[in-house]
């Protein structure tokens, strides 16, 4: 089965990979949405969300898998669980809590679990 095009010729996988470009410009960008996305793509935020069906990953859980990725490290890099919030709120998460939430849901542990385990692991 031939890719799906669209009316510029440009196949959801395409689509995809733009917009994951955009994204990974725009982490930072607190106002980063499907619809900001989508107009600097020049589709429609329907067609985003349907190349990103494929990807098992939704356009925002892509910007938070990536603010999480850059938080991680940022918190590897300082060693230091005191700046937990502050690395929240400079990634963007609403506040640690969320933040903790999140990362233990990637990394398997909270991030003071987190350094302590890398510490442990550096120190033997």
């Keep these: 089965m031939p890719p799906v095009r669209t009316s510029n010729n440009r196949t959801l996988r395409d689509i995809a990979g733009e917009a994951r470009e955009v994204i990974e410009r725009g982490v930072e960008d607190p ?10 793509l020049g589709i429609s935020v329907r067609t985003l969300h349907r190349s990103f069906s494929t990807t098992g990953e939704s356009v925002m859980a ?4 990536r603010r999480l990725q850059k938080a991680h490290e940022d918190l590897v890099q300082s060693g230091d669980i005191a700046k937990v919030s502050e690395i929240a709120a400079r990634w963007l998460f609403s506040d640690a809590s969320h933040f903790i939430r999140n990362f233990k849901s990637i990394y398997g542990a909270t991030p003071a679990a987190y ?6 692991t550096r120190d033997s």
């Design 31 to 40: 106002d980063i949405s499907p619809v900001l996305i989508a107009r600097t």
């Design 115 to 120: 350094l302590r385990s890398l510490k442990n």
């Design 62 to 65: 892509l910007v938070r898998r």
